[in-house]
């Protein structure tokens, strides 16, 4: 058998440059403020920091719209800083992950400058250009090339007027999206990941990599009900090309670089079947990719701002299901949190009576899957969501769009604002909260977005010499998987999945034997598991008692133990 990649034992840490440290009082996050805080990763123990886009953007997307490739953006610093901040994480034995944002750029990149320019410059081809819909003039409604919607509502089409043509934008209409069928344009893209690995980073994590092969006969999509837009996900979600676009970056880019880097490619909408192709060894495509069913399950009719409640066996059918399927090929990514999603303990957790055992138990449950666990800036906190009073308060341009677009359809503002208030992704963005003082320790100025209320008890201060604390947590379960190989290479087996409180699995690697068991419920359960585990066999907890009868466990209401048996 050969060696597992180091990767299988490693957590990542996500780092939102905007919200995470500010070092020079300007309120915005910085490369300066990362680099001071680098410690804390270091006490917490990960292994790999990912780095949201620092490049020169107009930030109209916070980043994930990009100008240049090879420069940082002034707002966070220079290349020297960044260099700094590279060197600092290698000191502390940890790698430095990057955003790729490749299936589009800013409106604001040379190449978009260019290819608008006119209809016959050489880089037209770089984006998606097309002429309005037959029988239709430019600008009329409904005259879009195809009728598909933006992920970031209205169509997926913009008419530039000076060419009198339109193009692509999957998001907003500030990031046009790129045409990979054009070898030049892969061509650039490989070379600047080349010219960043030689800089010395250690991988990517791919920003909605299966969206970049479109089907170039751009179909018009199923009706999705908003009017007269389409859903264009099947002629552009895991296109045509997609496995031979990655296989070609594989042998450009990473290819005789040796096994230390990383490579993740975000997924929406990818199935496990595709995820197997992706992160198979052999095909030489990515190492893992993050999928998305178990943060879809809570989305209701209406979609992501119509929530419903989380159902506890659905979650456990969606992740174990994913479990199976890559348990002999390919390799998952573990996540409840990144930049995108509302804050897990408020998700699907307790914010208020049971905060500390509800943040725990999540992560407990998580992280003891078999996969790469990452954690996203303040999960290690329990930080929650923020109480948002009006739309004023929001930044996010998914948020600002959805709000405008849906009160101008006719919806009541109020039920709006209920859906941002709990999906919206400036939940993720409220600066990390590091002490109790004014601005949480983010910033000596004003933060761009303002810091949570509660970090006046919610802090890192309070939580370092807390034994009890969810950063302790974190930390021990991050310790669990360096110290023990089971929790890396065990095979995973679901217990009780038709329980709708309690989530319980067991990991065995030879004669090594660990069982998780929680209960995500504010009420005590009983839970039946076989073997007679003995609260000798406890490894970690987060409540003080623990009390086993024969097969029996009762567990108070949000507790999680880890018992082992080697
Ligand atoms: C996914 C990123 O995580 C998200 O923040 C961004 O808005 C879109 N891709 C577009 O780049």
Do not use: C
Request: proline share 7%.
């Amino acid at each position: 058998m050969t060696e597992a990649p180091w990767w299988t034992s490693a957590v990542v840490y996500q780092v939102y440059p905007r919200s995470f440290a500010d070092s020079d009082g300007d309120g915005i996050g910085d490369l300066g403020g990362i680099t001071a805080r680098l410690d804390h990763l270091a006490r917490l123990g990960v292994d790999v920091v990912w780095l949201s886009p620092v490049y020169a953007s107009p930030q109209a997307d916070n980043g994930y719209d990009i100008s240049d490739y090879q420069a940082v953006d002034p707002v966070f610093g220079t290349l020297e800083d960044f260099d700094r901040l590279l060197a600092e994480v290698h000191a502390r034995g940890m790698k430095l992950v990057m955003d790729l944002v490749v299936n589009h750029t800013s409106d604001e990149h040379p190449w978009f400058a260019e290819s608008r320019s006119s209809r016959d410059n050489p880089k037209r081809d770089w984006y998606w250009w097309r002429p309005a819909r037959d029988g239709f003039g430019p600008g009329e409604p409904g005259a879009e090339p195809t009728n598909w919607e933006s992920f970031f509502s209205g169509p997926a089409w913009t008419l530039d007027e000076a060419t009198g043509e339109y193009y692509l934008h999957l998001f907003d209409r500030k990031q046009p999206d790129l045409n990979w069928e054009n070898p030049e344009v892969r061509q650039a893209v490989h070379a600047m990941m080349r010219w960043w690995l030689d800089r010395g980073v250690d991988g990517f994590r791919m920003d909605v990599i299966n969206l970049i092969s479109k089907d170039p006969a751009l179909p018009d999509g199923a009706p999705t009900g908003r009017g007269a837009l389409g859903d264009g996900f099947p002629h552009y979600g895991t296109g045509p090309r997609i496995h031979e676009f990655l296989q070609e970056m594989h042998r450009e880019v990473f290819e005789g670089r040796g096994g230390g880097l990383l490579t993740v490619g975000e997924m929406p909408g990818v199935t496990w079947e595709q995820a197997r192709l992706f992160t198979d060894p052999a095909r030489r495509e990515l190492d893992m990719v993050f999928q998305f069913e178990h943060v879809s399950l809570d989305h209701g009719p209406g979609g992501k701002f119509d929530p419903k409640p989380l159902g506890l066996r659905d979650l456990k059918a969606s992740l174990g299901h994913w479990q199976t399927a890559l348990a002999d090929t390919g390799w998952n990514s573990l996540y409840w949190n990144n930049h995108d999603q509302p804050r897990v303990v408020s998700r699907f957790g307790d914010d208020g009576e049971h905060w500390r055992e509800s943040a725990t138990a999540l992560a407990t449950v998580l992280h003891l899957h078999r996969g790469t666990p990452y954690v996203y800036q303040g999960e290690e906190l329990g930080m929650t969501n923020a109480p948002f009073a009006s739309i004023e308060d929001m930044h996010d341009v998914e948020s600002l769009n959805h709000y405008r677009q849906a009160v101008a359809a006719g919806a009541e503002p109020e039920a709006v604002l209920r859906g941002l208030r709990a999906m919206g992704r400036d939940n993720a963005r409220t600066p990390v909260q590091w002490d109790a003082s004014h601005a949480a320790g983010f910033t000596t100025g004003t933060p761009w977005m303002p810091v949570n209320p509660n970090h006046t008890w919610l802090n890192a201060q309070a939580q370092y010499d807390d034994p009890e604390s969810v950063f302790h947590h974190y930390r021990q379960l991050i310790e669990l998987r360096h110290t023990h190989p089971v929790v890396a290479l065990g095979d995973f087996r679901m217990l009780l999945p038709d329980d709708p409180h309690v989530y319980a699995y067991q990991r065995t690697l030879e004669g090594t034997r660990l069982l998780v068991v929680a209960n995500l419920s504010g009420q005590e359960r009983i839970a039946t598991v076989e073997g007679d585990w003995s609260p000798t066999d406890l490894v970690l907890s987060n409540v003080e008692s623990v009390h086993t009868k024969d097969d029996h466990i009762t567990l108070q209401p949000w507790a999680a133990h880890v018992f082992l048996r080697q």
